[in-house]
């Protein structure tokens, strides 16, 4: 389980719980928190839960696949801590911080 505090695009933050398992996509869908749309709901193929990872959070996930490296170079407002959210996915990390991306959808 992790603390996730999610970044909104409109300033605000959220923080929720996300049980061990699942992804920072699933703790923002989950809670209803507006940003990350999941349209493919987690399987690495629609880049609609683009979020940037803070300076240093990067080893709290495992790396990403050549699959979202791909995904995520295409995407508008990429940058070199660009991740998908659905595809970091908590483990005992205490706390988590994303900032969200808006899709634009
Ligand atoms: S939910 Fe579709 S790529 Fe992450």
Redesign the pocket.
């Known amino acids: 389980m992790a603390k996730v505090t999610y970044h909104l695009p409109d300033g605000e933050a959220r923080t929720v719980e996300v049980p061990t398992g699942q992804s920072v996509?699933d703790g923002s869908v989950r809670n209803n928190l507006p940003g990350i749309v999941?349209?493919?709901?987690?399987?690495?193929?629609?880049?609609?839960?683009h979020v940037y990872l803070p300076a240093g959070a990067h080893a709290q996930f495992d790396d990403p696949t050549e699959e979202e490296l791909e995904?995520v170079e295409f995407l508008e407002g990429a940058q070199p801590n660009s991740r998908?959210?659905?595809?970091l996915i908590i483990s005992d990390q205490d706390e988590i911080h994303v900032e969200v991306v808006d899709s634009g959808l």
């Open positions: 996509m999941a349209e493919c709901g987690g399987s690495c193929s629609c880049a609609t839960c995904l998908l959210a659905c595809q």
